[in-house]
């Protein structure tokens, strides 16, 4: 059984930085896609960032230039580098994974994800 863990959340003011990552209890990070999606109160969840098996990452409009999604296969860990926040990127933030389609064939909206971290919160004032 897959368990996927966020961490890196908190409080940042605009402009500010910060960097979640995604840990995987088994070792899916080098077959599979790996997304961060996020949910702010009252909208739906929305994807963000993908990456595949090849480290080809793809992203949101609203977040290209500003956040990075890398892997790290060694530690079997997925990042996400969030620069030049803003008040609307406050959100629950979760990564997923999917081991049946590697490649992400739905790029940063990818809909096939089957294991679930539990979510970390970030704040921007």
């Known amino acids: 059984h897959v368990q996927l863990v966020e961490s890196g959340g908190g409080s940042v003011q605009a402009e500010g930085s910060l960097r979640l990552s995604c840990g995987a209890s088994g070792s899916i990070y080098g077959d599979a896609c790996v997304g961060w999606l996020r949910q702010a109160p009252g909208k739906e969840r929305e994807g963000v960032a993908a990456i595949d098996s090849d480290g080809i990452a793809s992203y949101a409009d609203s977040v290209k230039g500003r956040f990075t999604v890398s892997r790290d296969n060694a530690n079997n860990t997925v990042n996400l580098m969030m620069n030049s926040l803003k008040p609307e990127d406050t959100a629950m933030y979760y990564c997923?994974?999917?081991?049946?389609?590697?490649?992400?064939?739905?790029?940063?909206?990818?809909?096939?994800?089957?294991?679930w971290g539990q979510g970390t919160q970030v704040t921007v004032s």
């Open positions: 997923a994974a999917d081991r049946l389609h590697p490649y992400c064939s739905g790029g940063y909206d990818h809909p096939g994800y089957t294991y």
